[in-house]
């Protein structure tokens, strides 16, 4: 499982490298400076002056991301036998790649339409967690999964709060892309409230209002995350997980607030973009934690079932 622990994380950095490459060369107007795809401008090293070589280096990276993937699913084809979840989460990063190839292209052809840009994030993201998640299920596999003898029905309550936080997490970094992607971003100046005012008037007020909502709702729902953790038995890497995600929600927030009060340097930008995709990653891989350490038990309990 070693081979495939180490594509899963080089597949992964990889692919994080080439999602935060790609808001750099969006938030510094080059997004639509290869009018083509897959070339540029009809060819595969262009001029590279006007921001070119931001969008381009973009596409070159995410190409070097397809070998990566191409190897890890037949690694994982290989070794689907050693884990219940290996089988699911190669069929998932196989899905969204090729989605995300199609989304590349459109985005490109839509010219960066905001709605565009949010699925392309999305998606990215999706494929980053699914190979964050197969890097877990291949460093887990074989090993003790759980380190206490909760109840099935917390272990799947825990699981559930999880995963809804890591949703809210997602949500709201969706929200945040359309935002960004709309020039949203300096529609509201005053906090709490919008321009001053609490009712909010102009599309982009509301939009930038939602995004403020979805973002206390996250907040709201990492800090229960963290209270229920450490309520309820948990194994120590949850806990860690669930920190961790908390800690970035903090400074997350913070980066919202400034990047208001400091009206959007470029910096401080993709500094948010980061942060958010680092937090939900968090509240995703401590959901996959969960998931593997809640499997042993339900497994061992449906062994001692009378039904059996």
């Known amino acids: 499982m070693k081979h495939l622990l180490r594509l899963a994380v080089a597949a992964d950095l990889v692919a994080l490298m080439t999602l935060m490459l790609g808001s750099w060369t969006r938030i510094n107007g080059a997004g639509l400076t290869c009018p083509d795809w897959p070339l540029c401008r009809g060819h595969f090293v262009p001029s590279l002056g006007d921001g070119t070589l931001w969008e381009w280096s973009h596409r070159l990276l995410a190409f070097t991301v397809a070998p990566l993937i191409l190897a890890l699913i037949a690694v994982a084809w290989r070794q689907r036998r050693r884990s219940r979840f290996i089988g699911p989460a190669m069929a998932s990063i196989a899905a969204i790649f090729l989605v995300q190839v199609f989304l590349g292209a459109e985005t490109v052809r839509l010219a960066n339409t905001p709605l565009s840009v949010v699925l392309h994030w999305a998606t990215a993201m999706a494929l980053i967690a699914s190979l964050s998640a197969m890097a877990v299920f291949a460093a887990a596999s074989g090993a003790a999964e759980i380190e206490n003898a909760a109840a099935p029905r917390r272990q799947y309550g825990l699981l559930l709060v999880f995963a ?44 930038q209002m939602l995004h403020r909502i979805a973002a206390g709702i996250t907040l709201l729902a990492a800090a229960g995350s963290l209270a229920i953790v450490w309520a309820q038995p948990a194994s120590p890497r949850v806990r860690g997980a669930i920190a961790i995600g908390v800690a970035l929600v903090c400074v997350q927030v913070l980066l919202g607030l400034l990047n208001v009060a400091l009206r959007l340097p470029t910096d401080l930008r993709e500094a948010h973009a980061l942060n958010a995709a680092l937090l939900f990653l968090a509240f995703f891989i401590a959901t996959a934690f969960e998931a593997l350490d809640a499997a042993p038990l339900r497994a061992a309990v449906a062994a001692k079932s009378p039904l059996q």
Do not use: D, R
């Open 164 to 207: 809804a936080t890591a949703l809210c997490a997602f949500v709201t970094m969706c929200i945040g892309a359309y935002v960004s992607s709309s020039g949203a971003g300096l529609a509201c100046l005053s906090i709490p409230g919008c321009a001053g005012n609490v009712v909010v008037y102009t599309a982009g007020q509301y939009v």
